[in-house]
T-cell receptor, first 114, second 113 residues
């Protein structure tokens, strides 16, 4: 069974640009969540989607957005990039609608903003 | 607010020595608890989880963790550490509701030969 797949793995963007990251969850998983990891702030929850609906959102500015498609694949978008957005963005998927299921992570997308 | 504390930022152990990584959580009820490991440049790999039942849980790579409600702790242990265990370890909780993990700051483990 394939794991959580994130693309692209590495990317470099310029301040002010926007970026879209993609995540394909484990087959059959309907919950997809996103996290940002930085040396200073650690691992922080961005948002979670289940069946195309955003169910929970972390404390990030509106420049961070996401969506989920009917096949459970998810994208997150960051607009008007700032240097501080440089981070590892991790996607995670889980099987069911309640939090008792195991949450599996992808390898992440490394974003560098210059 | 829910929180997770990992008191040790860095730990160094000798290969073959035992290991205990500490994790304390703050939550009114019993949360779902996880330990993840992250090697440099990699994503997070699940080591083990606790949802309910037996408070001593076994995970992959010879790790185990014990949930102690009275101490609000979920410490990770391994009886004999291998050089390949060098990585960063994260304790996390799902307080209840949706799949939102709250992570501790992590403990970076170094293993001396």
């Amino acid at each position: 069974k394939a794991g959580v797949t994130q693309t692209p793995r590495y990317l470099i963007k310029t301040r002010g640009q926007q970026v879209t990251l993609s995540c394909s969850p484990i087959s059959g998983h309907r919950s997809v969540s996103w996290y940002q990891q930085t040396p200073g702030q650690g691992l922080q929850f961005l948002f979670e989607y289940f069946s195309e609906t955003q169910r929970n959102k972390g404390n990030f500015p509106g420049r961070f957005s996401g969506r989920q498609f009917s096949n459970s694949r998810s994208e997150m978008n960051v607009s008007t990039l700032e240097l501080g957005d440089s981070a590892l963005y991790l996607c995670a998927s889980s099987g069911d609608s309640w939090s008792g299921n195991t949450i599996y992570f992808g390898e992440g997308s490394w974003l560098t903003v210059v | 607010a829910q929180s997770v504390t990992q008191p040790d930022i860095h730990i160094t152990v000798s290969e073959g020595a035992s290991l205990e990584l500490r994790c304390n959580y703050s939550y009114g009820a019993t949360p779902y608890l996880f330990w993840y490991v992250q090697s440099p440049g990699q994503g997070l790999q699940l080591l083990l989880k606790y949802f309910s039942g037996d408070t001593l849980v076994q995970g992959i790579k010879g790790f185990e963790a014990e949930f102690k409600r009275s101490q609000s702790s979920f410490n990770l242990r391994k009886p004999s550490v291998h050089w390949s265990d060098a990585a960063e370890y994260f304790c996390a909780v799902v307080p209840g509701g949706y799949n939102k993990l709250i992570f501790g700051a992590g403990t970076r483990l170094a293993v001396h030969p």
